[in-house]
Structure formats: structure tokens, C-alpha cells
């Protein structure tokens, strides 16, 4: 049977792993991996199970922490050579996947949180929102029981510089209003 997209054999699926891998900016598991490359019907975990243990035994890849890889400086002068065999569509779709890949992995990085239990039974949960150049915000709130305390920290997960922006605004409007 014929594979369909423009990804038709190991080879193929090889230079796609160096495109993605070339343009990511942190490891990444071979999960990740495939999902960045799934951007052609011709690619399956399988082909990327196969191909990245390969890539690491040639040199293009290495493995950099428990189960994630990074691209070699072999694989990215290869990468670049071989680049352009890939379909333009297939270039476009890789990068998008990766560009969204690197601002989740980097904005993760800013957002924190930390469950904690505290001696009277309640939990604390601490929360912290950073940029290049330090803290922003940590906030402390206590919650009754688990399940809040998890809630509190996705919550925070998914909404860290809005709260960080409204706090900002009712500061500073609050501080005009008691200046007039």
C-alpha cells in the first residue's frame, strides 16, 4: 500500500526529526518528537520510535536527560543540507508546531506553582510568575482541602499574567484615587 503525504520512507522521516529538532529550544521525549513531526500522513510513532535511537547512534541526536533528545551539531549541519527535500507545506506546518512548542515550554518556565500541606491540616498554595529578569508576583493562598489546592494552581497555570495584569491595574488605580 502506498503512504500517502510527502513523507515516504525512514529517510524521510529522519530529515523531518532534523528540521523539527534544529528549530526546537529544549530536549524533547520522543512523544514530543513525533507530535512536532506529525504534520504529514506519512509519519507514524513507530517510524519515529525507529528513527530516533538511529539518529543517536549516527551522532545527529543525543540523549541529554531521561528520555529526551537533542539535536547534535552533526545533526543540525545535516539538517541544514537535507532541508530542503522536505515539501513546503510539510516545512511550514513542522515549524508552526515547533514555534508553539518552544512558547508553551518557555512560558512554563515563568509559571510555577507548589502544593503544600500546613501543620492545621489546610494546604498552601504557592504560586509564582516570572520574566527574563526575575520574580514578578508570588502569591500564597490557602485552600481547604486537595482538590481546591489543585484547582488553584491550574487555574494559575492557565491564567497567571491576567491576574498579574488586573492586580497591577487595581494597585495603581486605587493608588490615583487616593492621590485626588
Do not use: W
Amino acid at each position: 500500500m502506498q503512504r500517502l503525504g510527502f513523507i515516504h520512507d525512514m529517510m524521510d522521516v529522519k530529515v523531518l526529526i532534523l528540521f523539527v529538532a534544529s528549530r526546537s529550544s529544549y530536549p524533547m521525549t520522543i512523544q514530543e518528537l513525533y507530535e512536532l513531526c506529525y504534520v504529514d500522513d506519512g509519519v507514524s510513532y513507530f517510524d519515529v520510535c525507529t528513527a530516533v535511537p538511529e539518529m543517536v547512534s549516527s551522532g545527529h541526536l543525543k540523549q541529554v536527560e531521561q528520555e529526551k533528545y537533542q539535536i547534535t551539531d552533526k545533526g543540525r549541519e545535516d539538517g541544514a543540507l537535507t532541508a530542503d527535500s522536505i515539501a513546503f507545506t510539510v516545512k511550514q506546518k513542522a515549524e508552526i508546531s515547533v514555534a508553539r512548542f518552544n512558547r508553551q515550554l518557555k512560558r512554563s518556565s515563568f509559571v510555577k506553582t507548589q502544593v503544600l500541606p500546613r501543620d492545621n491540616g489546610d494546604i498552601s498554595v504557592i504560586m509564582t510568575l516570572d520574566d527574563e529578569m526575575g520574580n514578578l508576583m508570588t502569591l500564597e493562598l490557602m485552600a481547604p482541602d486537595q482538590r481546591q489546592a489543585v484547582r488553584l494552581s491550574r487555574m494559575f497555570e492557565k491564567k497567571a499574567e491576567l491576574l498579574y495584569t488586573l492586580t497591577m491595574n487595581e494597585l495603581l488605580n486605587a493608588e490615583e484615587e487616593l492621590d485626588d
